[in-house]
């Protein structure tokens, strides 16, 4: 399986966790690929989502499994992908939303 781990640049408490799983995924035939984009902002909206959607759409193509770091990348997941692509995510702490997307 090919997964992408999926982060936005300057969220450095996920780079330890990132740095774990790539290191123990090939145990299991699984390759992984750590990217921390600037692509995806903190702000939120119709104008801004669609845009990060098609950027996110593009770059995980090769993936089987998006993996992403962090509530503002998931969300962008669920714009991107929806409930139809494989995606996941792992935060820190509990969500502020309980959209269906991200529970």
């Excluded at 193509?61 to 998931?74: K, M, S």
């Excluded at 494989?86 to 502020?96: K, N, Q």
Aim: proline letters at 4%; aromatic letters at 14%.
């Amino acid at each position: 399986m090919k997964i992408l781990l999926l982060g936005r640049e300057g969220h450095s408490e996920f780079h330890e966790f990132a740095a774990d799983l790539h290191q123990a995924l090939p145990a299991y035939d699984h390759e992984m690929e750590i990217a921390f984009v600037d692509w995806i902002p903190n702000e939120t909206g119709s104008r801004v989502d669609k845009s990060v959607s098609e950027n996110l759409r593009r770059y995980a193509q090769p993936y089987d499994l998006v993996h992403a770091l962090g509530y503002r990348t998931a969300w962008a997941c669920a714009e991107a992908f929806g409930s139809k692509e494989a995606w996941v995510y792992s935060s820190y702490d509990r969500p502020s939303s309980t959209h269906r997307f991200l529970i």
